[in-house]
Nanobody, 116 residues
């Protein structure tokens, strides 16, 4: 059974940083594009960062561009999201997603709260 397990969320003050991790198991990790989504209360889930299977290309939502960085290590079956200069509006549950032409998997989410 494919599992994606996120970690690294928590409470941080505005301007602070967090690094989210997502470890995949029971999946050929290198075949999947990896994405980070987030969902704030009362809002739809939004795609904020994506990385291709080899890690050669990344894309970001305008709302996080220049502040967040997605990276991956296929040998460790892990994708990260480095979040800097956090703002209160970044408060959300963050989800890891593994996506290929034929299948898509989700983690359980990790809460990020940005507040003073």
């Amino acid at each position: 059974q494919v599992q994606l397990v996120e970690s690294g969320g928590g409470l941080v003050q505005p301007g602070g940083s967090l690094r989210l991790s997502c470890i995949a198991s029971q999946v050929t990790f290198r075949r999947y594009a990896m994405n980070w989504y987030r969902q704030a209360p009362g809002k739809e889930r939004e795609l904020i960062a994506a990385i291709t299977p080899t890690g050669g290309n990344t894309n970001y939502a305008d709302s996080v561009k220049g502040r967040f960085t997605i990276s991956r290590d296929n040998a460790k079956n892990t994708v990260w999201l480095q979040m800097n200069s956090l703002r209160p509006e970044d408060t959300a549950v963050y989800y890891c997603n593994a996506d290929s032409w034929t299948s898509s998997y989700w983690g359980q989410g990790t809460q990020v709260t940005v507040s003073s």
